[in-house]
């Protein structure tokens, strides 16, 4: 058996021209999607994330209001512009490109942000909403596996989902995904408190890996026919490569292909897909100033 290999590129394609058929019909009403994404500083990884959804704005026909500010920007100012951007009304989506510079408190920042143009989906009203399963906007990374998942024609109803990870960007709100009555799956997760995440992963329909780390999920912890979902991203040295290093992810990929069902590559398979959500949470939140 071979795995059927998740294009995640072709499917966020999908997506992000699925949002620039909408986008077309918004401008018609007068109404142009627009968002703005702060970065502070020069992170390498960020900085070549907001060129990526800087690309994406272009393509789908939204207006671009990104501001590259210095590492010295203080918490006060970086409140300020903030504030502004809320009281904007051309502006529909704010967000804050993470990690900030360590004199910036992330927490008092990301509470600063208006719920509803929060298309990251990380203020804590758009968390609460999605666990009790109210309308918000949804992370953009754990939203997009569920659209791989729904695209793939895969079924989840009734199956297992081990999702391995709790952190507050994937782990956690991929887990309430999954469980929520249109997916419904049954969840368990497992984290670096978990003993013996094998015997879990053996029993998974569904495995969605955000450990972080490299070789976290080996053949031998997958059940012939389980559908991988790999959303690690790690950087590995390989003197091969004109940048000195490949990328990973969470799983041994080439093991794996022998035993899975499906599975996403890396790169080419979650990662498009946040990008292309967050061109529908910035859709979305214009749609909802109709």
Request: charged share 20%; with cysteine; aromatic share 2%.
């Amino acid at each position: 058996m071979s795995a059927t290999i998740i294009d995640g590129k072709a499917i966020a394609a999908q997506v992000r021209g699925e949002v620039a058929e909408k986008v077309s019909a918004l401008k018609a009403k007068g109404i142009t999607p627009c968002l703005a994404v702060i970065l502070v500083g020069e992170n390498p990884a960020s900085v070549s994330y907001v060129t990526g959804k800087q690309k994406a704005l272009a393509e789908a026909g939204m207006a671009d209001r990104s501001m590259h500010l210095p590492e010295s920007t203080t918490e006060e100012e970086l409140l300020k512009i903030i504030d502004d951007l809320n009281k904007d009304s051309s502006v529909h989506g704010i967000l804050v490109q993470l990690p900030l510079p360590k004199h910036i408190n992330e927490e008092k920042v990301l509470l600063a942000i208006n719920p509803e143009k929060d298309v990251d989906g990380f203020h804590p009203v758009n968390v609460g909403n999605l666990v009790i399963g109210k309308k918000a906007f949804l992370p953009c990374t754990p939203h997009g596996i569920i659209v791989l998942l729904e695209k793939m024609g895969i079924e989840t109803s009734g199956k297992h989902a081990v999702v391995i990870g709790r952190s507050n960007i994937v782990g956690k709100p991929v887990s309430l995904l999954l469980a929520r009555k249109e997916t419904n799956c049954t969840v368990t997760i497992c984290h670096t408190g978990t003993k013996d995440i094998a015997s879990f992963t053996r029993q998974a329909d569904i495995i969605v890996a955000a450990s972080g780390h490299p070789h976290t999920v080996t053949k031998d912890m997958v059940k012939p026919g389980a559908v991988v979902i790999d959303v690690g991203v790690n950087r590995i040295p390989d003197s091969t490569k004109k940048s000195g290093f490949r990328l990973i992810g969470d799983t041994d990929y080439a093991d794996l292909l022998e035993t899975a069902s499906f599975i996403t590559p890396v790169p080419g398979g979650v990662g498009p897909m946040t990008i292309a959500m967050l061109m529908f949470n910035t859709l979305e939140a214009a749609e909802n100033t109709l």
